[in-house]
């Protein structure tokens, strides 16, 4: 059984798409805690309701990053965790913590990497001009939103989007894609050579919705 822990700052419905993936497909797995870093992440509800332990690091707590980042380790470390997730969270974390999670992290982006990392994606997806954008899974590495790509999701960019119908487009397949990714780490079944992730049963890497 391997261990889950899921770091989330919001609503965390990436995090509750994990959770019920996992219980309905009988992942060899489980999510075992959901960590937030705000008291308030409307998801820690969801996570308590549904039996998982739940922790808060509160940023605002501490006054220098590294600081943080040992309490949030500390934290995820009680938990024995084979895989940390992203989902939804939103801080820059330090390269001491990046390091030592280094290939069990991690993250979803709202865009198609190397695309528009940062802040603000489909904004600057609709102001470009894209005509598809979508959502990646990757590992994560010391540069924020790069690291080696698991799993990406395309869809179409409609004439009359604005940024929150985007968003909802993308949203949408973020939930198809991170428990997919999440179930072939927990199943041994990701390869990473040379910077490129390979699906070693050969399953197709992207879901595209156009
Ligand atoms: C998602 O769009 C994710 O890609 C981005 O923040 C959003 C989090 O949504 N990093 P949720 O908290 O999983 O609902």
């Given amino acids: ?6 770091l989330i700052s919001g609503r965390g419905s990436n995090m509750e798409a994990i959770v019920r993936c996992c219980a309905e497909q009988r992942w060899p797995a489980r999510v075992v805690a959901v960590i937030a870093n705000r008291p308030q992440a409307a998801g ?17 707590a501490y006054a220098a990053r590294e600081a943080f980042d040992a309490a949030l380790a500390a934290a995820v470390d009680a938990h024995a965790p084979d895989l940390l997730v992203l989902a939804g969270f939103m801080r820059i974390l330090g390269p001491a913590f990046v390091r030592r999670y280094e290939g069990r992290m991690l993250n979803i982006h709202p865009s198609l990497l190397p695309a528009f990392p940062g802040l603000h994606t489909h904004r600057r997806a ?7 954008s979508g959502a990646t899974v990757h590992f994560v590495t010391a540069d924020l939103d790069h690291g080696p790509i698991v799993l990406q999701s395309v869809v179409p960019v409609q004439p009359d989007d604005d940024e929150a119908a985007l968003a909802a487009r993308v949203l949408a397949s973020e939930h198809r894609i991170y428990p997919q990714a999440v179930q072939w780490f927990v199943r041994g079944v990701l390869r990473v050579e040379h910077g490129v992730v390979r699906q070693s049963e050969g399953a197709p890497q992207l879901l595209s919705t156009l």
């Fill in 126 to 132: 609709l102001e470009a001009g894209c005509k598809v």
């Fill in 44 to 60: 820690l509800e969801f996570a308590r309701a549904h039996g998982i332990d739940t922790a808060v690091v509160d940023h605002q």
């Fill in 1 to 6: 059984m391997k261990r889950i822990v899921v």
